[in-house]
């Protein structure tokens, strides 16, 4: 004998009611244990599907199968299910089903539309950089307010011959025409005391010539010109500038107290 147990279902959000019918197979008894089974429209299991008691109570999410299974107390009145891109469906089962019946919940599918979004963020490098990432540690020590940096904007708006001239006007440092030329960082007293990098490497002053005996230089005659002599102004992207031992970045770290690094164009 079949005994009806009617469940009263509000779908959607509007509220529209609608009246079906789950069969069990057993005459009505004090449940303890409801078993479940959610499917859609197409008969497939819904899995993730939340069951709720009282309409604030999650007891039970169904399996891969659609099926859920959670004790069920004489106090208990409504039972909601409810998941993403699915029409909630709230139901008021009386009376409810005896044990080892399985109830079957329908859902019917509704597409979620998301509002619009909008990201916005700050790049972290000019455009142009976008192919390369020669120069990324450059902006992040930009950002963070290390030393100055003379950009390949200023670079174009100077008509230099030599590329020690990029550095006039810089903060810190001073360039005596000579003779002989040198450069001079207020905060570095050592003539001695000032390293070039190019593209991350440390350079040295040229070699002595065999022929010429061996070259010295005084306080007077600093090779850093000559190093930096050896590089076009037009070949030059990025230059960075560090005065004082406290201001250099862990990157050039070495027992001076100045650092020049010159970064050379990525896509000559």
């Not at 169904?62 to 299910?81: H, K, M, N, P, Y």
């Not at 174009?156 to 020690?164: F, L, N, Q, W």
């Not at 000032?194 to 005659?221: C, H, K, L």
Request: proline share 8%; aromatic share 6%; hydrophobic share 40%.
């Amino acid at each position: 004998m079949r005994h009806g147990v009617t469940v009263r279902a509000l779908l959607g959000l509007a509220g529209s009611t609608v009246a079906t019918t789950l069969w069990a197979q057993a005459p009505p008894r004090p449940p303890t244990h409801l078993v479940g089974r959610v499917i859609d429209e197409h008969r497939s299991p819904v899995e993730g599907v939340e069951v709720i008691f009282n309409r604030r109570e999650v007891r039970a999410r169904t399996d891969s199968a659609g099926v859920f299974t959670l004790e069920v107390g004489r106090s208990d009145s409504t039972i909601a299910f409810r998941r993403i891109g699915y029409q909630p469906l709230l139901a008021t089962v009386h009376p409810l089903p005896p044990p080892g019946d399985t109830v079957l919940v329908r859902l019917v599918t509704s597409p979620v539309t998301l509002s619009e979004v909008i990201i916005s963020a700050s790049p972290s490098k000019p455009l142009r950089y976008a192919g390369t990432t020669k120069y990324d540690d450059i902006f992040l020590r930009r950002r963070i307010g290390l030393g100055t940096l003379i950009t390949r904007e200023e670079i174009d708006r100077r008509v230099v011959v030599a590329t020690h001239e990029l550095l006039e006007g810089t903060r810190g440092v001073r360039i005596w025409n000579g003779p002989p030329k040198r450069i001079r960082f207020i905060r570095c007293e050592d003539p001695g005391g000032i390293a070039i990098f190019i593209d991350g490497m440390r350079q040295v002053a040229a070699a002595p010539s065999p022929d010429r005996g061996p070259r010295t230089f005084t306080v007077e005659d600093e090779p850093d010109i000559e190093i930096l002599s050896r590089i076009n102004p037009s070949d030059v992207e990025m230059i960075e500038v560090y005065s004082g031992a406290s201001e250099i970045p862990a990157v050039f770290h070495w027992n001076g107290c100045a650092v020049i690094a010159i970064w050379t164009r990525w896509n000559n």
